[in-house]
């Protein structure tokens, strides 16, 4: 998954990178052009010295070793030279046995020079014209202590940068959750959302959030509004087409059609057909399935009125109970919820003898809800047989049938299952797992 | 027994209270929802049969307007929504029976004959059991000590109104009221005479009159 978090800290880190080993990089290069002009100007006075060194004696040039610095004469001291005449030249002593690449060229070489004992050599040439002779003079110096300065200060520059990265992603850390902080909070409510224990969402979103945060409350109270309309249009249509079938219903039993018990069989039979299909065709169109509706079940205030309801349609006595747990929430719609519950609990209640009982219960992955009654039951043999035609079994107990025929739809949008299995209470247990939903992570 | 039936349809309202008055019932018919509000409130109904839509006033509207007057007619639903939800929806709005559309014709005088018992405290029996008689209402004749007893329809009508109401007190024009639709000329000598003859087939003693006060049907007292 991406986050936001990541990418920032991904790109800050790569920038600060950058920066910082360009910085100290190019801080080290300056600093060592400026070192070297420095060296060039001490080198050069070196040359005017062993040029003052030089004396002119009886047969020629002669090099006058009092006044040479002490240095040049300790072997391997890092400090050497070489005088070049026409006809002679002279070598530090220090050099020993050593014989550098000295520079072909007047002023500063560019390159370091290997010398003796690993040593790298900054070397300088000057050329003199003295008495009418061309003196070259030649003087280097060990560069490898500077070298390992260098080293040195470059490791402690990354040390910094290094620092430096830290100190500012955790900077960047705390700003960036601060800044989420309204990201996160709807995160957690639309998680809410989905476990039906919120209508919509409700924070004080930063400017830039607010849109969404309005789109999406937006959004739900459209589904919503969209769900009633439709709902109500349908229960008109309904209205529509079943007051005229219970006309014709009626009609059909007419005295003067029982002259014709055949007709009167076949307009009967065609009459059901069309009710059931309405009915079953109508209720399927008014569920919301999986859209996240803007009214969920909350057991406390649906379930006592649902009971009543099938106390009042079953005028017997039934000792109906329901548990669920504490502040239940499902997160589906009301009205498909009290569909499915309520064709359960009415067809328990049809066959129970004195005992119905409902028990919602959260599981690791979902809802289980469990309807008992103290029935008849229905044999182990035959039961996948009435979930199979369940529709078709359904539709010939009295009244409001389709049951469990809308039940398997609502399953159906719900990725629900449905399995009959035997009752405590010795008649049959409808158990119905509802799987949690899984977008985000609700 | 005077019921009342708010329904729209006229084809179903015409069945419904042809069904209904042949079962004994007299019947008053309205199709607007502003009518039923006012009149479900103003006469004596004994039972009200109301379609949820309705011009004029949804149903439950008017359901709920009757319930906040303090109408406690039973009030059976009759409706097109079957839908769980709106189940609910009705019982809330003090619903006492809810039938969905569409029903069989059947059904619906068994639930009114349901509810009549209940609304008057009677346990929900095939016969109708009071001062020794039970009714038969699909067959509309009674029985004494074991012996069938044929009824008219006028004799009929009045004893179950009498059997719903053992023990108590009913003026003739209470019975008048609850007997007779809005629209027939009530003519109290009608009821004389149909309690004359009641108590010539199961015995004067079971309606006492009371002069200047009514008629008390005698089994409970």
Redesign the interface.
């Known amino acids: 998954m991406k986050s936001i978090q990541r990418s920032l800290s991904v790109g800050l880190i790569a920038v600060l990178l950058l920066v910082g080993l360009l910085l100290v990089q190019t801080s080290l290069w300056l600093f060592e052009a400026g070192l070297r002009r420095n060296l060039a100007g001490d080198l050069r006075a070196e040359t005017e010295g062993l040029l003052i060194a030089l004396v002119q004696g009886a047969e020629g040039f002669k090099l006058d070793t009092g006044r040479l610095n002490p240095r040049y004469q300790r072997p391997f001291s890092g400090h050497y030279f070489r005088i070049d005449l026409p006809n002679r030249s002279w070598r530090s002593r220090s050099l020993w046995d050593a014989e550098p690449a000295w520079p072909n060229a007047d002023g500063l070489a560019d390159e370091l020079v290997d010398g003796p004992q690993e040593q790298r050599l900054l070397s300088y040439r000057a050329s003199y014209r003295r008495d009418g002779q061309t003196i070259v003079i030649s003087v280097a110096r060990d560069y490898t202590p500077v070298l390992k300065n260098f080293t040195q200060v470059r490791l402690g520059g990354l040390v910094l940068v290094g620092l430096a990265l830290l100190a500012l992603l955790l900077v960047q850390r705390y700003v960036v959750r601060r800044a989420m902080r309204p990201l996160e909070q709807a995160r957690q409510q639309i998680a809410q959302l989905q476990q039906g224990r919120r209508q919509r969402l409700d924070i004080a979103a930063p400017v830039e959030l607010q849109p969404l945060v309005e789109q999406i409350n937006h959004l739900l109270q459209h589904t919503d509004d969209t769900l009633k309309r439709s709902r109500h249009a349908l229960g008109n249509l309904g209205h529509a087409l079943k007051t005229p079938l219970a006309v014709l219903g009626s009609l059909v039993r007419n005295p003067e059609l029982s002259a014709h018990p055949q007709l009167q069989g076949n307009l009967a039979e065609q009459l059901e057909q069309i009710q059931l299909r309405v009915s079953r065709e109508l209720g399927r169109a008014r569920l919301a399935g999986e859209v996240l509706p803007g009214s969920y079940f909350d057991c406390a205030a649906e379930l006592p009125a649902l009971f009543e309801t099938l106390r009042m349609i079953h005028r017997r006595e039934l000792d109906l109970s329901w548990h669920a747990g504490e502040d239940c929430h499902l997160p589906w719609d009301r009205e498909d919820m009290l569909e499915l519950l309520g064709n359960l609990l009415d067809n328990a209640c049809k066959f129970a003898r004195s005992q119905v009982r409902l028990d919602i219960a959260q599981t690791p992955d979902g809802y289980l809800m469990q309807i008992d009654d103290d029935g008849p039951g229905i044999p182990e043999a035959r039961r996948d047989a009435v979930l199979e035609r369940g529709v078709r079994l359904d539709e010939r107990a009295e009244g409001h049938g389709l049951g469990l025929g809308i039940v398997r739809d609502i399953l159906a949008a719900w990725n629900g299952e449905l399995m009959l299995t035997s009752s405590d209470l010795g008649g049959l247990r409808a158990q119905v797992r509802l799987p949690a939903r899984t977008r985000g992570d609700g | 027994m005077r019921l009342l039936l708010v329904e729209d ?1 006229v ?2 309202a015409d ?2 209270i042809a ?1 209904l008055t042949r079962h004994g019932y007299a019947c008053d018919w309205l199709a607007d929802g502003r009518d039923a509000d006012y009149q479900g409130g103003s006469e004596p109904y004994d039972l009200i049969v109301l ?3 309705l011009p004029g006033m949804p149903g439950l509207d008017v359901l709920r307007a009757w319930r906040s007057r303090g109408v406690a007619t039973p009030v059976l639903v009759l ?10 929806e009705g ?2 709005a003090g619903a ?3 039938l ?6 059947e ?1 619906l005088l068994l639930r009114i004959q ?1 509810l009549l018992r ?1 609304a008057h405290g009677l346990a ?1 029996q095939p016969l109708l059991q009071a001062g020794g008689i039970a009714l038969d209402e699909t067959r509309q004749r009674c029985s004494k000590d074991g012996q069938d007893i044929e009824l008219t329809a006028g004799e009929f009508r009045l004893l179950r109104y009498f059997m719903l109401h053992p023990g108590q007190l009913l003026s003739k024009t209470q019975l008048a009221e609850h007997l007779y639709d809005g629209e027939t000329e009530r003519d109290s000598n009608v009821i004389e005479v149909q309690i004359n003859r009641l108590r010539g087939k199961l015995g004067r003693e079971l309606i006492q009159t009371r002069r200047g006060q009514g008629y008390r049907f005698g089994g409970a007292a």
């Open positions: 349809n084809p179903l069945e419904l069904s379609d949820l839509g409706t097109a929504r079957d839908s769980w939800a709106e189940r609910i019982l809330k006492d029976d809810y969905t559309k569409p029903f069989h014709p059904e349901a209940r929900n």
